[in-house]
T-cell receptor, first 114, second 116 residues
Framework: AQSVTQLDSHVSVSEGTPVLLRCNYS??????LFWYVQHPNKGLQLLLK??????LVKGINGFEAEFKKSETSFHLTKPSAHMSDAAEYFC????????????FGKGTTLSVSS | KAGVTQTPRYLIKTRGQQVTLSCSPI?????VSWYQQTPGQGLQFLFE???????NKGNFPGRFSGRQFSNSRSEMNVSTLELGDSALYLC???????????????FGPGTRLLVL
């Protein structure tokens, strides 16, 4: 069965410093992996997705993630944090049998201080 | 192109009542999925509809049901509400092509349900 583990429930960074949000996955199939962001009182927005093409995936707002099969990881990074990046981030794997269900991690809250 | 819309945005119900939530997908999208978000359990998949048929279902009791209409709009119903059903219910739509594993799901703003 597919699952994702977000290794940090809360990450705090200063504005202008790098961001690293860690995610490990488990999948019986060749997975599709996603990162979604949820700002307070707003819906979920797709940041980026991996679908077995390039292992380094670039997303919106300067975020990127690298798929590492040997480490079963899909960590999200950004070179320089901005105050507007403060939100909750979800690592997501597509369910294997039909692929129509998304399996969400527990989420990582990113705080950005000035 | 308009995004996914959900109505109502907020609901207050009492235990034992039933509730119906509505979701209108992005134009041209044929797949609609429903998720429940709670502080304790996080985001959990409820079910997915494609061409008016339930194609996938999560681990929720039979009190949770849904349907999809020919225009791809979907409704979710919860009968005999319990306090634990208080949650944000999110709807997502996608095109529903063969390559479902890689499809992007677009989420609506959610319906916040409070059960008293």
């Amino acid at each position: 069965a597919q699952s994702v583990t977000q290794l940090d429930s809360h990450v705090s960074v200063s504005e202008g410093t790098p961001v690293l949000l860690r995610c490990n996955y488990s999948s019986s199939y060749s997975p599709s992996l996603f990162w979604y962001v949820q700002h307070p009182n707003k819906g979920l927005q797709l940041l980026l997705k991996y679908t077995s093409a390039a292992t380094l995936v670039k997303g919106i707002n300067g975020f990127e993630a690298e798929f590492k099969k040997s480490e079963t990881s899909f960590h999200l990074t950004k070179p320089s944090a901005h105050m507007s990046d403060a939100a909750e981030y979800f690592c997501v794997v597509s369910e294997g049998r039909t692929g129509t269900a998304l399996i969400f991690g527990k989420g990582t809250t990113l705080s950005v201080s000035s | 192109k308009a995004g996914v819309t959900q109505t109502p945005r907020y609901l207050i119900k009492t235990r034992g009542q039933q509730v119906t939530l509505s979701c209108s997908p992005i134009s041209g999208h044929r797949s609609v999925s429903w998720y429940q978000q709670t502080p304790g359990q996080g985001l959990q998949f409820l079910f997915e509809y494609f061409s008016e048929t339930q194609r996938n279902k999560g681990n929720f009791p039979g009190r949770f049901s849904g349907r999809q209409f020919s225009n791809s709009r979907s409704e979710m119903n919860v009968s005999t509400l319990e306090l634990g059903d208080s949650a944000l219910y999110l709807c997502a739509s996608s095109r529903g092509t063969d390559r479902v594993f890689s499809e992007t799901q677009y989420f609506g703003p959610g319906t916040r349900l409070l059960v008293l």
